[in-house]
């Protein structure tokens, strides 16, 4: 069992920056691969970003790829997603994600979630 916090969301003009943090429970961090989502209003929720167990590899969503950075500190139980040169479009309520086995961006393949964090970013 993990159990996730995310923190670091709140509200930001379009060209700014943000870094969600997620933290976890648990003495068994650096065994699960680590995922972001976001859900926009009236939109399903959808894969944002992943990081393997030990941080060597990552896979980001194509929406965000070159603004966003996701990483981990397995030592602090904590991964992040720093995001810069936010959009309007970025807006949405953000979920890190965790699951025992290798890097995925399927959501139903992940086994615990956070509560999420707001995100909105103004025009």
């Known amino acids: 069992q993990v159990q996730l916090v995310e923190s670091g969301g709140g509200l930001v003009q379009a060209g700014g920056s943000l870094r969600l943090s997620c933290a976890a429970s648990?003495?068994?961090?650096?065994?699960?691969?680590m995922g972001w989502f976001r859900q926009a209003p009236g939109k399903e929720r959808e894969f944002v970003a992943a990081?393997?167990?030990?941080?060597?590899?990552?896979t980001y969503t194509d929406s965000v790829k070159g603004r966003f950075t996701i990483s981990r500190d397995n030592a602090k139980n904590t991964v992040y997603l720093q995001m810069n040169s936010l959009k309007p479009e970025d807006t949405a309520v953000y979920y890190c994600?965790?699951?025992?086995?290798?890097?995925?961006?399927?959501?139903?393949?992940?086994?615990?979630w956070g509560q999420g964090t707001q995100v909105t970013v103004s025009s």
């Open positions: 994600a965790a699951r025992s086995r290798e890097l995925s961006s399927r959501e139903s393949l992940y086994d615990y």
């Open positions: 990081i393997s167990r030990g941080g060597g590899l990552t």
């Open positions: 648990g003495r068994t961090f650096s065994s699960y691969t």
